[in-house]
């Protein structure tokens, strides 16, 4: 049994005790240390979250900086290309990372993540461009990214399990649903950025050196961060996992379901998701001939009227349950996709009203995942079967969206992108009417 994790479990234990000797309620004051920790976790993963989506924002700019600007299609789609190989690295990050966590702790999994985040990010902030090192500022690019991806996959991991472990079980939805409200505000914040950049500087600025502000930014922001923290409580089910309580068999059998369940499931949220935020607003600029700013204010607003309705999904599944809210969000979807593609044009209020619809669809499952997933896997493998299940579905239906988006178009059959999108929303409605309802199950049940 590892040290710190008996530590943990001491120290929760006595605490407990003493609130015991003194006649109080040792439920409040762990309930406010709980808060704290929801907080302290989720400011690390807007901040993660606003470093991995600033690539995709500028990713028009990073093309002519660092790959062959000769060819601009060319260009964009290996930025595109590196976007993707990111989340390639994505399941390796889920299942090292899941399996630390699992073993040492989900706060010293949280901690190393930021801190790998931040340094590519600062890496991508200050590297020489193609212009200067040819092929190998690409390179580097490209390895910045999978340093990025690999951390990526253990902090999205760790954090949905860590939020879900430290929420009281009636409620698990709701406080779930700040995992994703984390992952809509860094990306709004991401977006904001991109549209002061391109505001307040000329495009041959932006180009020459205004792109790298965001990523700059985000590795000191990473510093609060940081703080923050290392003040967080360990998760009490992992605790009372390792203080020598009775071990009982893994089903193995059920694990595996599990996992092949969790990716179907993931697979029409995760492509929606990075369709609608990640590239809508690359395609409003390439293929309409809206301004950067415009669009990328535009899903901004999107995504803070879809981030609203977060709480609102997630405390509505603590009342009706997980499974219904996931099928209508593959219904919706499913019907929604092409009529609101369809609406983009060069105004930007074609984009802000499409992209907040679409978004506010992809929140009712968005704001699920951490209990969802959660309550499907033992507390003894949880990080790791989420690390991998999640990771794998969001490698190859969510980092590759972005890529297939662009290629579709450039082959000229736009439309393909649209059905690929609906198929998989299909795979996510069958994968969650398998699935078993756990709303309100304690964890340790699981």
């Excluded at 510093?223 to 893994?250: H, I, N, Q, T, W």
């Excluded at 694990?255 to 990075?274: K, P, Q, W």
């Amino acid at each position: 049994m590892p040290e710190n994790s008996e530590g943990a479990a001491r120290e929760q234990r006595t605490s407990r005790d003493r609130n015991r000797d003194r006649g109080q309620n040792p439920v409040e004051p762990n309930l406010r240390s709980k808060r704290k920790s929801l907080i302290a976790s989720t400011v690390g993963n807007v901040l993660e979250w606003y470093e991995w989506s600033a690539y995709a924002v500028f990713a028009p700019f990073i093309a002519t900086v660092m790959f062959n600007a000769s060819d601009g299609v060319s260009a964009l789609l290996s930025t595109l290309a590196v976007f993707a190989v990111g989340f390639l690295m994505r399941p390796l990050g889920g299942i090292v990372f899941g399996r630390v966590a699992d073993r040492r702790g989900r706060k010293f999994v949280l901690v190393t993540t930021m801190l790998m985040m931040a340094g590519g990010s600062l890496v991508i902030g200050l590297m020489p461009t193609y212009t200067t090192l040819g092929a190998w500022a690409s390179l580097i690019l490209l390895l910045a990214r999978m340093t990025q991806g690999f951390a990526h996959g253990g902090e999205s991991a760790t954090a949905n399990t860590y939020v879900a472990e430290i929420a009281p079980n009636e409620r698990r939805g709701l406080w779930g649903s700040i995992v994703f409200v984390a992952i809509f505000g860094g990306s709004a914040i991401a977006f904001s950025v991109g549209g002061v950049v391109t505001s307040v500087l000329s495009d041959s600025e932006v180009a020459q050196w205004g792109w790298r502000i965001p990523f700059i930014l985000g590795a000191f922001l990473a510093l609060a961060a940081l703080y923050l923290r290392r003040s967080m409580d360990e998760s009490d089910v992992f605790a009372e996992e390792k203080s020598g309580a009775e071990v009982r068999p893994l089903p193995k059998g059920q694990v595996a379901r599990a996992v092949l369940l969790v990716i179907m499931m993931t697979s029409g949220i995760t492509a929606a998701h990075y369709t609608w935020t990640s590239y809508v607003s690359t395609y409003a600029i390439t293929q309409k001939g809206m301004g950067a700013g415009v669009a990328y204010w535009c899903s901004v607003g999107a995504q803070c009227v879809a981030l609203v309705t977060l709480p609102l999904w997630g405390r509505l599944s603590d009342r009706v349950g997980r499974r219904p809210m996931m099928i209508t969000f593959a219904v919706l979807m499913s019907v929604l996709q092409i009529p609101l593609t369809g609406v983009i044009g060069a105004e930007g209020w074609t984009l802000l009203v499409a992209a907040s619809v679409a978004l506010t669809v992809v929140a009712i499952p968005g704001a699920l995942l951490s209990a969802t997933m959660s309550e499907n896997f033992p507390t003894r493998v949880r990080t790791q079967a989420i690390g991998f299940a999640y990771s794998v579905s969001v490698a190859v239906f969510g980092g590759t969206a972005p890529y297939l988006n662009q290629l579709f178009i450039d082959l000229g059959v736009a439309r393909l992108s649209s059905f690929y999108i609906m198929l998989l929303c299909v795979f996510t409605g069958v994968a969650c009417y398998l699935m078993r309802e756990t709303k309100g199950i304690h964890l340790k049940d699981a």
